[in-house]
């Protein structure tokens, strides 16, 4: 006599209620992956697998979305994952200033997460649930209240069943642990999401990988096709083992240069001194994380707080009209715009254009470990990403704008699980 699972009940998290899945789904997040690498992937023939995704009158689906403004990887990491933007969430970078505690810190800590998971939500309704990230500092927030898997790449040797749900990783996966400066750690989420499908058969697994990649190499460079064939082959692993594949992007990325390859930054923190004076401005740069090398922590998005008797309106306008600056908003208009947690963010918000990136001074940037020309994200020019499924998408209003953040709706709810790009 055989034993049955248990039904797993549909669940309803954030305001938005979604399907039990039927047969196993993959959502993976492909850091820093503007639409354009995968284009030019297929276009340069090495990625077969996501050609049959894009074909017309296939079996998958390709579609176009906005991320999260900030676009950088924690805000939108856990929009996916809560399918909601910061406002609800509460976790809007990398790094914040921490106004309870009058200092700057990374926003890796779940008491800053404002609201549940869909994985937490669904592992606790009886899903099996599994989450392998790249960088350890995602770790503990997508494995907030989690039952499950969850470890990173970078310290896959340090999972426990304890402290992750699982022993032995390294030899489960069959490889060693990656630097975390390597198109080897994203490959390593891969492997190991293969691994987990062959061997536990999880109902809803999420893969996030690093950009690390992308910051060195633009779309149909021979870096960034080889990386894109590489995730090829694994996909289409995960299809042949009959998983739904929903793939995203925390967000794109951009050249950050002038014509001749130098980087293009506005120091803002330079420029508030000279105009107001020296500690009447503090300027926040949210892409700040330990992983600084391939950018420097110098992203599109900065956060401004201001002593108290300093002309706002002013210093709006003169920021307007700095070089490199595309975007200057008070906090009650950025965290409407952006969907933001007003609490969170400075009395500004500045963002700068697609060529350039906002700095706070240039003796506190290390670009030594610049080798190729600086491309970086944060701002509005990143915001595209890819929405691909390896199955068609059914009752899709036409007139809806997409989210990254809708990933797992889409899959859950509008995916058609008889349809596989692999046929």
Do not use: W
Not at 13 to 31: F, H, L
Not at 112 to 124: D, I
């Amino acid at each position: 006599m055989t034993s049955s699972k248990p039904a797993i009940p549909d669940v309803s998290v954030n305001g938005r209620t979604y399907r039990a899945p039927s047969q196993p789904v993959v959502v993976v997040c492909v850091d820093g992956c503007e639409p354009d690498y995968i284009t030019q992937a297929i276009q340069a023939g090495v990625a077969p697998f996501m050609k049959k995704m894009l074909a017309a009158g296939g079996s998958g689906t390709s579609l176009v979305g906005d991320c999260v403004v900030p676009s950088f990887t924690n805000p939108n990491n856990l929009s996916i994952v809560t399918g909601a933007p910061p406002s609800v969430h509460g976790i809007c970078g990398n790094y914040f200033l921490d106004t309870a505690q009058g200092k700057e810190v990374m926003m890796n800590d779940p008491a800053y997460l404002r609201a549940e998971t869909l994985l937490a939500v669904f592992s606790k309704a009886g899903a099996k649930v599994a989450v392998v990230t790249a960088k350890d500092k995602l770790r503990t927030l997508l494995g907030h209240r989690m039952e499950g898997i969850c470890f990173s790449a970078e310290k896959a040797d340090q999972a426990t069943h304890a402290n992750g749900g699982i022993d032995d990783v390294l030899a489960l996966v069959g490889k060693p642990v990656p630097s975390v400066y390597s198109a080897e750690l994203s490959e390593f989420v891969f492997a190991a999401g293969v691994k987990l499908m062959q061997t536990q058969r999880p109902d809803l697994m999420y893969l996030s990988t690093t950009d690390y990649v992308q910051h060195k190499c633009a779309p149909g460079t021979a870096g960034a096709n080889d990386f894109y064939a590489m995730m090829d082959g694994y996909l289409a692993q995960l299809d042949a083992l009959g998983a739904t594949i929903a793939l995203t992007a925390d967000h794109g990325m951009s050249p950050k240069t002038d014509a001749a390859g130098n980087p293009r930054i506005v120091f803002l923190q330079e420029v508030l001194d000279a105009r107001l004076g020296a500690g009447r401005g503090r300027v926040i740069l949210p892409i700040t994380d330990p992983y600084v090398v391939h950018h420097g922590a110098l992203g599109s998005f900065a956060t401004v707080y201001l002593e108290a008797g300093v002309d706002a309106p002013a210093l709006v306008e003169a920021l307007r009209e700095t070089d490199g600056i595309e975007q200057v908003l008070t906090r009650e208009d950025a965290a409407r715009r952006f969907e933001l947690p007003p609490d969170r963010i400075g009395d500004l918000v500045v963002v700068s254009d697609h060529l350039a990136v906002i700095g706070t001074r240039a003796s506190e940037h290390d670009l030594s470990g610049l080798t190729v020309p600086l491309r970086s994200h944060g701002g509005l020019s990143e915001q595209k990403v890819p929405l691909l499924f390896n199955r068609r998408l059914q009752g899709l209003d036409p007139k809806r704008r997409l989210r990254n953040f809708d990933i797992f709706d889409l899959a859950l709810n509008h995916a058609n699980p008889a349809a596989s790009a692999a046929t």
